[in-house]
């Protein structure tokens, strides 16, 4: 009988996330009931909508992961035992597989991978939930026009780097916001962006103005906080903020800042709408035939950032919230 | 030769607007150019949005007033005498004639309106700005469906109290959020609205989860702050959020507090959008044809809190701040 390595959440995070907030258990594995398969997990995907599951809070859009349950993650991996008609050992799944090295799973919800087709972590990145977030939160919900000028915050990471990219595919300006020079340099002559602005040296509201004189017509938000105050104060006549996250506030231990200038709203007659990547799931395909063709073309470049080793889930997470990270953020497992 | 007695922007207010901020003055009347006319004012419309007019900000739909310059209002009044083709001395008309006894007006945005038809105040009321506002900010933003349920914060003031009708004969479930017993009575015993919360004894949230079990559709602002968050703790699926007005912040000595509660945007698949009335000025008779046929089957009540006395305009003013004002404040001046 083989033992499974799990990260069972231990209590609720306040803050930061520590080890501590964790038990590092091994757990016997049992055995298959029927119409289960069991997943050997290969890469973990980190993402920052995960330390919310660690809340308590009540009003989300998923419940709170319990404590002394798996810390839930999308994850993907390969069949070793089916019992589950729908699954042969051997192919691989990505889903809510949780961080750790089994998952037994009913099968509802999970979708087969083609190895062949991509490396394992993009199917965590482009070809997965931020490809989708990504490519259905820009044209959907942004509705980026020929000629517009795009702002991406967090443009360096797994979602804010697809969608620069995306939007200048469509013809649009695009001018990221990220932290640091590397990352700056990177979205720049790597990935083609007009401009990007460092806020961790920039004046953000003043570099808006310098490098989107027209105003911002859409802005896509994943940080929340005086980055999305800045962007609101640079809104162009009928602006749409999309609202993808803030990870400038997760960590808080306070109420989130709202956004001091959501009167821009009036006086830009604008528009600020959240996307939700689940409701885009039944439109998987579009986005993933368009990203794949993108990505075959090189016409969109993808960065993943893969640490090794199930062991330092907590300390890896946290590169998320330092801004460490390069690219998509994955565990590897095995 | 007259002398006209004005309100002129002495200095810019810090906090709540008073009388030493203005300079009453009495000023000679100059003779009228080609194309202008004399209008002697009526009635003085007191508008939350004056109040952002009196700031330095330069981020807003429209420029300051100037230091020194009659105070900007909205009003009615009587064609004297006119050398514009347009305008015929008995006339009235409505427009941006100041706070003052006599406006010299070059016609350009000026309206007609017929006191045969409704009473003056009427025409700065229900059937002017703050009509149109409500009109178009819930059925153009908000778009309420039948049997939605319509939130509306500053239900008991000029604009809240016309959308929470028109949202009832939409065939919404209407709950109004006022300050005091007098106006919670008011609006469900006078107006029809199925609810209302007093904001200066309930905890809001509360009542809001009470009143609105299956969540809030459309939420119509008018005052921000911690009512506005209390209604993004409690939309429903795909709300939508119209952004009128944020009478609670306008006094503010420091930064509008935004709304902690903006990520349930994220959650709720929820929009929020400004409303901003001269989008839709183009649009008036459609509004104005429907409100007046709604008040002459006696199925829209409009209320005017008229304040008699130009002199009394810093204290009549300070009136929407307080909430002392029940229905459209107006100052009567002859």
């Known amino acids: 009988m083989t033992s499974n390595r799990q990260f069972l959440l231990a209590r609720r995070p306040v803050g930061a996330v520590q080890r501590s907030d964790f038990e590092f258990a091994s757990t016997p594995l049992r055995a298959l009931a029927e119409g289960e398969v069991l997943i050997q997990v290969s890469h973990v995907s980190l993402d920052p909508a995960m330390r ?11 419940p709170p992961v319990a404590l002394g349950e798996v810390m839930r993650a999308i994850a993907v991996g390969r069949v070793v035992e089916s019992r589950n008609p729908g699954f042969a050992a051997g192919e691989h799944v990505s889903g809510l597989l949780g961080v750790q090295e089994y998952a037994i799973h009913n099968g509802a919800g999970l979708n087969k991978v ?5 490396p394992l972590p993009l199917f965590l990145g482009a070809l997965g939930m931020p490809g989708l977030t990504a490519y259905f939160g820009l044209l959907d919900v942004g509705q980026p026009k020929e000629g517009d000028t795009v702002v991406v915050s967090g443009a360096a990471g797994a979602v804010g780097a697809l969608v620069g990219q995306i939007a200048r595919l469509k013809g649009a300006r695009v001018v990221g916001i990220a932290g640091g020079a590397d990352k700056v340099r990177y979205l720049v002559e790597e990935l083609g962006f007009d401009a990007a602005i460092d806020y961790k040296s920039a004046d953000v509201a003043a570099a808006l103005r310098q490098h989107a004189p027209k105003g911002i017509d859409v802005f896509f938000d994943n940080v929340g906080g005086t980055i999305l105050d ?5 809104l162009a006549h009928g602006a749409r903020v999309v609202i993808c996250g803030a990870i400038s506030q997760y960590n808080n231990t306070q109420a989130v800042a709202g956004p001091s200038n959501y009167l821009q709203l009036l006086v830009k007659r604008a528009t600020m709408r959240g996307v939700m990547v689940a ?3 039944h439109r998987a395909p579009e986005a993933i035939m368009a990203m794949g063709a993108w990505i075959q073309a090189c016409k969109l470049k993808t960065r993943e950032h893969v640490v090794q080793g199930l062991d330092s889930f907590p300390e890896t997470f946290a590169k998320l919230f330092s801004g460490a990270n390069q690219g998509k953020l994955v565990l590897q497992v095995v």
Chains 1, 2 share one sequence.
């Open 230 to 234: 800045a962007a609101l104060a640079n």
């Open 52 to 62: 919310g599951w660690m809340n308590a809070s009540t009003e989300s859009y998923m």
């Open 279 to 281: 409701d885009y799931y």
């Open 114 to 118: 083609d190895p062949a087709l991509a």
